[in-house]
T-cell receptor
């Protein structure tokens, strides 16, 4: 299975941009890069996903490296409500519908 | 629009009792998934439905666990003769299709077996 590597924790100040990195050097050509986040005592929340091109939505932007071996989730202006654990996962064919979250990155946002 | 809903939000039961957990997926989503998450742990896949069929039940921990889905919509996860190790948050997710499709999660049911 293709794995991802993320920093255990990151810290940001409110209203500042946050760049959350993810390495996935063994990604296959059919794997999508998905980002979820989980706030304390809540279910995981979908953030964004992409295949090859950079993606933007109302929550965040996803920058994907040209070789697809890494990606970065960008929160343009962090708020206190963005404090959560962020998970970068690869999804694709076969049995990859079984989402497996690693430890993720714990994002702390300082007021 | 309405997201995935689950009920009850919290359930406390005594060891040996049966419990039923309910999931209402997003309308029109054909795929439905059950996971569980123990305190501080990652997601553990339990079962996946495509329509009313469950092509993958490989994650169900024992024969005390069962799930069904009716009308291609609501799903119920049943745990018989609950044990303390069943205590966890049970999460339901749905997606428009399957495989690469984005899964949208409900808030979970927190189960505590005393």
């Amino acid at each position: 299975d293709a794995k991802t590597t993320q920093p255990n924790s990151m810290e940001s100040n409110e209203e500042e941009p946050v760049h959350l990195p993810c390495n996935h050097s063994t990604i296959s050509g059919t794997d999508y890069i998905h980002w979820y986040r989980q706030l304390p005592s809540q279910g995981p929340e979908y953030v964004i996903h992409g295949l090859t091109s950079n993606v933007n939505n109302r929550m965040a932007s996803l920058a994907i490296a040209e070789d697809r071996k890494s990606s970065t989730l960008i929160l343009h202006r962090a708020t206190l409500r963005d404090a959560a654990v962020y998970y970068c996962i690869l999804t694709g064919g076969g049995s990859n519908y079984k989402l497996t979250f690693g430890k993720g990155t714990l994002l702390t946002v300082n007021p | 629009g309405a997201g995935v809903s689950q009920s009850p939000s919290n359930k406390v039961t005594e060891k040996g009792k049966d419990v039923e957990l309910r999931c209402d997926p997003i309308s029109g989503h054909t795929a439905l998934y059950w996971y569980r998450q123990s305190l501080g742990q990652g997601l553990e896949f339990l079962i996946y439905f495509q329509g009313n069929s469950a092509p993958d039940k490989s994650g169900l921990p024992s024969d005390r666990f069962s799930a069904e889905r009716t009308g291609g919509s609501v799903s119920t996860l049943t745990i018989q003769r609950t044990q303390q190790e069943d205590s966890a948050v049970y999460l339901c997710a749905s997606s428009l299709g399957y495989h690469q499709e984005t899964q949208y999660f409900g808030p979970g049911t927190r189960l505590l077996v005393l």
